[in-house]
């Protein structure tokens, strides 16, 4: 069984790539990278080429087991954090914690996983099940490319285990809220603002007026939010302006909750009758809620934690993930990756205290999910 040290040099290997969701050329090397350890890991793989402007995906799978229901692992590969991340957040250990780029969310908890499946090959110990892993390189930007691949792969799985990162000092995700992005452009008339101003329709004041009603949906006790976290318009400080747009995550707990506010968001109309609306977008990821196949799943991966020395509990996230295409239909968990803190930030690291009771932990559960 490889030690933390060992671990955690593979992981480093795999974070020095800088591999932003729209950084084509470092996806390249990030997965080719990756499959290739895969490979020779013993696992037989599959790339899956990109397109629409996204990087590669790839399956993998062990050398044993049919074409049955089998463990589905999800995994991404991709990061949100610029080239030129390495310079600010550089790779560097600092008593129990590992920091780099990516290094918690989520290429510490794909590696780990790589590595126990590593040690039952290398054991020749077969798995109950069918061992599969779907590697993708859009999760970040909400899995656009990928999502098909994740819902085909899904159709062959008995459960589905996501290496996404830990929550809260080691807490495995038992449930999500699902997203919706949307995309609101309103269009004016420019004019001079000195000269002809009351001649122009401004996008921008329809704007602030929409953001307004968008931001009022929030309903903290449904746990229903709307963010409106990205505008863009105008063409210069003396033109009434023609364009603007804004950008809106909306986050839900219930899928009613969801396909209500999307509807309420559709059917804005403008304040301005000269000035009109687009309005593109829709729901992203459904809402992954905590099933009784779920629990029961928690509560076998509980058992095994405790085997191996530590307490696992489960937490809720309003973050979203890959699981959230397959908990509504197949038992999901989710944050089975790394501990550690600061996933999308500068001070992302992961515990190296953590890395070798997870990899055994995802061991188990490979040994005896049947």
């Known amino acids: 069984m490889p030690d933390a040290e060992t671990l955690l040099a593979g992981i480093n290997r795999w ?25 020779a890991a013993g696992l037989l793989t599959e790339r899956i080429p990109g397109r629409d402007g996204h990087g590669d995906h790839f399956h993998a799978r062990a050398p044993w ?19 030129g991340t390495l310079e600010t957040n550089p790779i ?16 510490g908890g794909v590696f780990i996983a790589l590595s126990a499946a590593r040690a039952l090959i290398e054991a020749g110990q077969e798995t109950p099940l069918p061992l599969r892993f779907l ?31 830990a929550r809260d ?21 420019p004019a001079h603002s000195g000269i002809r101003h009351q001649d122009g329709e401004s996008a921008i004041l329809e704007m ?18 709307l963010n409106v976290g990205l505008i863009s318009g105008g063409s210069g400080a003396n033109v009434v302006p023609e364009h603007c747009s804004a950008q809106i995550d909306v986050r839900m707990t219930r899928p009613e909750d969801g396909d209500a506010a999307v509807a309420k968001f559709l059917a804005l109309k403008p304040y301005n009758p000269n000035v009109t609306l687009s309005i593109t977008g829709g729901m992203n990821r459904p809402p992954f809620q905590k099933s009784n196949a779920i629990t029961s799943l928690y509560e076998h991966a509980r058992g095994l ?31 089975l990756g790394v501990d550690g803190a600061g996933a999308h930030t500068l001070d992302e690291h992961l515990l190296i205290s953590s890395l070798v009771p997870r990899m055994m932990l995802l061991q188990r559960l490979f040994e005896t999910l049947e």
């Open 208 to 225: 602030a007026r929409q953001i307004v009603d968008i931001e009022a949906m929030t309903d903290y006790h449904a746990g229903l939010t």
């Open 305 to 335: 934690a405790a085997g191996i020395g530590f307490d696992l509990e489960d937490t809720f996230t309003g973050g979203g993930s890959d699981g959230n295409f397959t908990a509504a239909r197949i038992a999901t968990l989710d944050g």
């Open 65 to 83: 087991g049919g074409e049955g229901p089998g463990v589905l692992v999800l995994c991404h590969l991709d990061t949100v954090h610029p080239v």
């Open 92 to 107: 560097r250990t600092e008593s129990d914690k590992a920091y780099g780029p990516g290094i918690y969310d989520m290429k």
């Open 15 to 39: 974070v020095a790539i800088e591999s932003k969701s729209d950084n084509l050329a470092g996806l390249a090397v990030m997965m080719d990278t990756a499959e290739a350890d895969f490979r």
């Open 135 to 165: 590697v993708v390189s859009d999760e970040e930007v909400g899995s656009p490319t990928s999502r098909t691949h994740i819902e085909a792969a899904a159709e062959t799985a008995k459960y589905v285990l996501v290496t996404e990162p």
């Open 169 to 189: 000092g080691g807490k495995i995700v038992t449930g999500r809220k699902g997203t919706a992005r949307l995309t609101i452009t309103t269009h004016g008339r």
